[in-house]
């Protein structure tokens, strides 16, 4: 009985930075919508080069991201190609160049968003009320049409060069004290060209950033910058970073704010046991100060632990209703110590 009843107060310790997190504002940043550049089946990409470059904002200190994107398209014949990205949600205007040459973008209207088959239609009553765009297999994403940025590309015949650039943001944990910012890139775009070659990515860490997980494998690291090869363009980019951390943050973050109220109770017992040993005229007062300070120690001690951790990382992070559940969990751990301190006291002390 004595160990399940330790178990269960190690329990509540630890669920207090647990259930801190259960934040109940939005858990989550949705982040821009990346995606290959839609084309024509009359036309190829030789290659794609993709540069993310990933800086920090000064207010927020969140990350966001410089997307310079490097085509490579063989044209039969001289033409001006209509070409059309997503931007959904992209900040800032974006930059486009052909062969060098600045490029503007030019409105899309419902009647030349016909000639792309990617792009459907919702209509009702003969009126067309939304419009979405194909961004996965079976999959469609409604926009509106300034989320499409459409243009002309005058190409020669043979290798052209085309360049687009934009800023984005990523999506991300609004809650915890890793954000894990998701970089999400769609390839299913290149099926609309009649070949896509092989893709470059450069993720330029600029020493603000590590990779936490990646589906395209391990990157092959260069003066800071992961680099990976792509082949195919069976499956998407999908790459998570966080904020560069010292070995000191990491072993913060290993211990939490659980382990810290844990080790800090363990302490306080051990303390506690030995007061009752070494003054044994004042047992009592003892046995009260420590059942009612004890759990209020490991708590304040946890808690505080969020606030140092932030100021290590460098950020503030979001955690929930720290105090409301500190004001709940604390009754029950100190009617919990105050049954297990008696018993053990009874087997213990003379």
Known sequence: MKNWAIYILLLLLATVPVGVRAN????????????????NKAYSVVHEIIDIEIHKDSL??????????????????????????????????PKISVNGRSVSDQPLHSKNVKQFPFISETKENGKTLTYSVSYAE?????VDLDDLIYFTAPLNTGENDIYVAYRAHFGFDTYGFLRNYTLKYSLYPS???????????????????????????????ENGIAKWRLDSTD??????INHKTSWFSKVLLFIDPAGIGILTFIALVLLHWRFFKSMPKYRNWIYWLGIILLPALAFSLSMFYFDFVDWV???????????????FLYPFSVLIYAVLLSFWLRKRLP
């Open 138 to 142: 079976n999959e469609y994403v409604p």
């Open 235 to 240: 499956k998407d980019i999908d790459i998570v």
């Open 313 to 327: 990382l460098g950020y503030h992070s979001r955690h929930g209703y720290v105090l409301l559940l500190y004001i």
């Open 60 to 93: 927020y200190q969140n990350l966001y991201a410089i997307f310079k994107i490097h085509y490579k398209i063989y044209s039969p014949n001289k033409a001006d190609l209509p070409l059309l990205f997503l931007a959904f949600q992209i900040q800032d205007y």
């Open 24 to 39: 109940m504002a939005q858990p989550y940043f949705d982040g821009d919508l990346n995606a290959a550049m839609y084309g």
């Open 191 to 221: 099926q609309f060209w009649k070949s896509f070659g092989p893709i470059q990515v450069n993720l330029h860490l600029n020493e603000l950033a590590e990779i936490t997980r990646s589906n395209l494998g391990k990157a092959n690291m």
